[in-house]
Nanobody, 123 residues
Framework: QVQLAESGGGLVQAGGSLRLSCAASGRFSSYGMGWFRQAPGKEREFVAA????????YYADSVKGRFTVSRTNAENAVYLQMNSLKPEDTAVYYC?????????????????WGQGTQVTVSS
């Protein structure tokens, strides 16, 4: 079992940057990790994913070139560096862990979830 806790959210102006962190407990290094977000009134959507060893990384088209996902297994942590933020990036951001290999982009493919951290981008 894996327990996840996000941090690093906040209020930022458009064009600014934030770095989200996700601290994990349990057998973290065995799991692929993903970041998702959910805006008010919208479904939770995929943002980025990284395989257990960091060898494979995937991004949603909407964040490609602006966001960077990384992980440090020795520290049981995964990160999401967000640059050039836009108002449409405003959402609650969640990290999640999956035991499924490959390009894992769907909510139902993830086994464990954090509580989320709010990111608000002002125009």
């Amino acid at each position: 079992q894996v327990q996840l806790a996000e941090s690093g959210g906040g209020l930022v102006q458009a064009g600014g940057s934030l770095r989200l962190s996700c601290a994990a407990s349990g057998r973290f290094s065995s799991y692929g990790m993903g970041w998702f977000r959910q805006a008010p009134g919208k479904e939770r959507e995929f943002v980025a994913a990284i395989s257990w060893n960091g060898a494979r990384i995937y991004y949603a088209d909407s964040v490609k070139g602006r966001f960077t996902v990384s992980r440090t297994n020795a520290e049981n942590a995964v990160y999401l560096q967000m640059n050039s933020l836009k108002p449409e990036d405003t959402a609650v951001y969640y990290c999640a862990a999956t035991g499924t290999t490959g390009e894992v982009r769907r909510v139902y493919e993830y086994d464990y979830w954090g509580q989320g951290t709010q990111v608000t981008v002002s125009s």
